[in-house]
């Protein structure tokens, strides 16, 4: 009996979460698309969802992990593209395959500029650190040192593909990319170009 009750009880506990974490979502969503990702706090979340700020830290410590958690489902989908890009196109000399997915990831960044701004302006003791930790660089990460491990074996000269790959996705991060864009004045493709001609040898 007393099992019963508890599973009873931890089903309502869960369909709460679900519930409450639903709710959050929604309501950034609102929130963000009306005064944009910068303009509004956790506070605001909270207070415009009618729920407690303890229940909304509880599931989201900060606004980068809810910015992440918003665009979750696109970054899988946008990982997917990559990986089938990848394995229809590899025979394809790496330089191409590299310049493919730097422009998949512009186009990207285009697209959800704002909630990706917001992942990457969690506010941390340690910014770049835990930028450095996020799901998606860690994993763009991966694949740009493999593709520049590749170009270095063909080319048969000592590879610098970490930091090759540190400094390409550091160009890319929201700051340089659109000081770059907006500042600088340079389109997406010519961004694409210039990143292509820094870092990939012909």
């Known amino acids: 009996m007393v099992n019963d009750e508890n599973t009873t009880h931890t089903r309502t506990e869960r369909r709460d979460a679900a519930r409450n974490r639903q709710l959050i979502l929604n309501t950034a969503q609102r929130l963000f698309e009306q005064y944009g990702v ?10 415009e969802a009618q729920i407690g700020p303890g229940t909304l830290y509880r599931r989201y410590r900060n606004k980068g992990e809810l910015c992440l958690d918003l665009i979750k489902d696109s970054i899988d989908l946008f990982f997917e593209e990559i990986e089938e890009y990848l394995k229809e196109n590899h025979t394809v000399p790496p330089q191409q395959r590299l310049k493919e997915i730097l422009s998949f990831f512009i186009r990207f960044r285009e697209k959800k500029a704002q909630l990706l701004t917001g992942v990457e302006e969690t506010k941390s003791t340690n910014p770049l650190k835990s930028r450095a930790q996020s799901p998606l660089y860690v994993e763009l990460h991966q694949i740009f040192v493999e593709l520049f491990d ?8 000592h590879s610098y593909s970490v930091f090759n790959a540190d400094m390409v996705l550091m160009a890319l991060s929201s700051d340089s990319y659109f000081f770059q864009k907006d500042v600088r004045g340079y389109s997406p493709e010519e961004i694409l170009e210039l990143l292509c001609s820094t870092f990939i040898s012909n």
């Open 38 to 47: 910068e303009q509004v706090s956790m506070n605001q979340i909270a207070s």
């Open 150 to 157: 590749e170009m270095a074996a063909n080319e048969q000269i």
